[in-house]
């Protein structure tokens, strides 16, 4: 968007009358909610690699 196209009025007008800060507060959530949820999943993967790796793991056999 060109701000610079328009009067300093309407741009003024048009912050004024937008969403407020309602959507970058949701947005933060859910960008929060999805950081937590990545942070489990990671933790689960290395209790795995940590648990294949400190024991013998029971693949195929070697021939």
Do not use: C, I, K
Request: no cysteine; net charge neutral; glycine share 12%.
């Amino acid at each position: 968007m060109d701000f610079g196209a328009l009067p300093p009025e309407v741009n003024s007008g048009r912050l004024y009358a937008g969403p407020g800060s309602a959507p970058l507060v949701a947005a933060a959530s859910a960008w929060s909610g999805l950081a937590s949820e990545l942070s489990s999943a990671a933790d689960g993967y290395q209790r795995v690699v940590t648990t294949l790796h400190a024991e013998e793991w029971l693949g195929r056999r070697r021939r």
